[in-house]
């Protein structure tokens, strides 16, 4: 094999991306994957994943082992991948049914001719007898340099990404049993790492799992009230400035109300934009486009939206409904603040929504095995929604991960006050149980709790269910309150919701050990109820989080504005989003330090020697206007 120093891939790093030191675990990870061995990397998104194949790539084909596959399901963001590459000097390219015949086969044939460093493909491209003999064609010469399988969760159909055509490659393993592989996933648990590794032929290979904790964000969960105004309120409070407002994404359960809420949104002066699989392809394409072409784009979308978006500047990640499971809101909310500057994961979540999942389980065809599974997970983020303690040693612990209170979380900023909900439950139960002797049905949460406040309502009379002996006994708690409490029973799995029957309410065996009060019921104040919040950028100690991203004044602020607008103009001119050309945070940096002569560029983090070449002398321009 040709000599690989030691120093290779840190000079790569260097001269090629312009970063001065590798993150975590990135150079054991392009340590072991530069001198042949298989790998599985699980790392959270943003935590650097596309380096860990990147650098390798570089080093090995500059010592003469040939080209590196990149396996990728996300056509969509191909173009810009390769235009970053391209941005930085690397001979990269891809193959996929966005190009034409013509552009496919000037792709085929510098790859024969081993001109190309990185190729991206689609798992259904790969497996084609046609790209599989290209590939024998490299594999003959010896130029078939390493495998890089991305988003390999979509392997394992417990993941929530499966595509059946990524089952086929384990082909690559087959026919080219002496080529390196490594798969790259941000999904954590065992059961997808064990299938990844089963399914790809990965048993010998290195497991490099990194810490998942993103301490950038900060984690806030509030109870749902009027969720629209809330949201709004926190863009306003949190990620407004004169200039305008940052970047985001809003997910929704529902393609109508992502259709509403962005609607909302843009009355309310927000530049939003929907994103859904019921919206035309073009159109999604178009939206996402300018989400990362533009500055301050709001996304309202459904889970549909973010796999593989590496924008790197969006400041919040807002869940307007609670998601399916901590998994998926762990992925959600990584899309924030991918460039390491503080950013918010914000949710809000209600009763509806915990009667709402309960339900799609107990409606899915899935197996009785399956579902309470999926009851488990759901369960898991309810317990995190609630938690009075630390939100990030929930998440990590969640994970398998041991840590400290956190500092940077709503619970850790401002500890909740807590009330004792026992009394509160047995109460609940107690009148579900009496009405449901009285009138031989079952009734919804309203109505019991209407009867234990003692409202005279007129199905209340209809029922004459102000006989029953628990009428009123519950005036002292709030409707808020209550809530609270039903969606811990449900949680617990004390109450069952009927969804055939009007989200009717019934007890369940559990419910006998919280009515004999064995089974202590601690719940946060609610957090809706609270008055409205008055933090505002200056009051929030460390600044608000989006703030904090960029410090700059005076001479410094104008010489960033002038770059971000130069920016602009280059990236339009590319085709590509303006991170790509440079992160704000390369702008920031360039604009602080005045540069005169290119030596006073070197050393700041992502120029670089391909873009100090072509950019530096007009960076240097804009700063001297
Ligand atoms: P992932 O794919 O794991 O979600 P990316 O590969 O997109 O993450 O990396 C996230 C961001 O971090 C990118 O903007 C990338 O340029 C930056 N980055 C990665 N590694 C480093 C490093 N060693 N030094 C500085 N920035 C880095
Ligand atoms: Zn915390």
């Not at 040939?66 to 396996?71: A, S």
């Not at 009763?351 to 009785?368: F, G, H, K, T």
């Not at 309150?481 to 009927?498: F, K, M, N, S, T």
Request: net charge negative; glycine share 8%; hydrophobic share 40%.
């Amino acid at each position: 094999m040709p000599h690989i120093t030691e120093s290779s891939a840190q000079s790569v790093l260097r001269e090629v991306f312009g970063y001065e030191q590798f993150r975590g675990p990135q150079q054991a990870i392009i340590d072991h994957v530069v001198a042949g061995g298989d790998a599985l990397v699980l790392m959270p998104t943003g935590g650097g994943k596309s380096l860990c194949y990147q650098v390798p790539a570089i080093v090995r084909q500059r010592a003469g082992l040939g080209i590196t596959v990149v396996v990728s399901p996300l056509i969509a963001l191909m173009h810009d991948q390769v235009g970053a590459l391209h941005e930085s000097g690397v001979d990269a390219a891809f193959l996929n049914s966005t190009l034409s015949y013509d552009e496919a086969s000037e792709v085929e044939r510098r790859l024969l001719r081993g001109e190309i460093t990185l190729l991206y493909a689609a798992p259904e491209r790969v497996t084609t007898p046609r790209f599989l003999s290209q590939l024998d064609s490299l594999h003959e010469r010896g130029m078939l340099s390493l495998f890089a399988i991305d988003e390999a969760h979509c392997v394992s159909q417990w993941g929530h990404d499966f595509r059946p055509e990524y089952r086929a490659l384990t082909v690559l393993h087959e026919r080219y049993a002496g080529v390196p592989r490594m798969a790259l996933t941000a999904t954590a648990d065992a059961t997808t790492r064990a299938d990844i590794v089963e399914r790809l032929q990965l048993q010998e290979a290195g497991q490099f799992v990194s810490s998942f904790d993103r301490p950038n964000i900060r984690y806030t969960i509030v109870e749902k009230k009027d969720v629209t105004q809330q949201l709004l309120r926190f863009i306003e409070n949190e990620h407004t400035t004169p200039q305008g407002h940052d970047a985001g994404v809003v997910y929704c359960q529902s393609r109508k109300r992502v259709e509403e809420l962005a609607q909302t949104l843009c009355e309310n002066g927000l530049n939003a934009l929907p994103y859904h699989a019921g919206l035309d392809a073009g159109v999604r394409q178009h939206h996402q486009d300018r989400f990362l072409r533009e500055d301050g784009i709001i996304m309202c979308a459904t889970i549909a939206f973010g796999m593989g978006i590496d924008k790197p500047d969006v400041r919040f990640v807002a869940h307007v409904d609670m998601p399916k499971n901590i998994e998926g809101y762990y992925q959600e909310t990584g899309r924030a603040g991918r460039d390491g500057a503080a950013a918010n994961a914000w949710m809000a979540y209600g009763l509806q929504d915990v009667v709402n999942q309960r339900r799609m389980i107990d409606e899915s065809p899935a197996s009785e095995e399956f579902k309470q599974v999926m009851v488990g997970k759901l369960d898991a983020l309810l317990g995190l929604a609630e938690a009075i303690d630390c939100r990030r040693v929930r998440l990590l612990s969640y994970f398998g991960q041991h840590s400290e209170a956190c500092g940077n979380c709503d619970n850790c900023l401002t500890p909740p006050a807590v009330w004792d909900g026992t009394d509160a439950a047995r109460k609940l139960l107690s009148t579900i149980y009496r009405v449901q002797q009285a009138s031989g049905i079952s009734f919804g949460a309203g109505h019991i709790m209407d009867i234990l406040r003692g409202k005279k309502t007129d199905k209340v009379t209809q029922y004459g269910h102000e006989q029953i002996s628990t009428f009123g006994i519950g005036a002292e708690f709030s409707e808020q309150q209550l809530r609270g409490v039903l969606r811990q029973l449900i949680a617990i799995g004390a109450l069952a919701v009927d969804a055939q029957a009007f989200n009717t309410l019934q007890l369940t065996d559990a419910a006998r050990a919280v009515l004999r009060g064995e089974v202590p019921i601690q719940l946060r104040e609610s957090t809706a109820a609270a008055p409205r919040s008055r933090r505002t950028r200056s009051s929030t100690g460390s600044g608000s989080p989006a703030k904090a991203a960029i410090a700059l004044e005076g001479g410094a602020l104008r010489r960033f504005e002038a770059l971000k607008a130069w920016r602009t103009e280059v990236a339009r001119e590319h085709n590509l989003p303006a991170y790509v050309i440079f992160h704000d945070a390369t702008l920031a940096a360039i604009a602080e330090r005045f540069p005169a002569t290119p030596e006073d560029l070197q050393g700041i983090s992502g120029i670089g020697a391909r873009k100090l070449e072509a950019y530096g002398a007009e960076v240097l321009r804009v700063c001297q206007l």
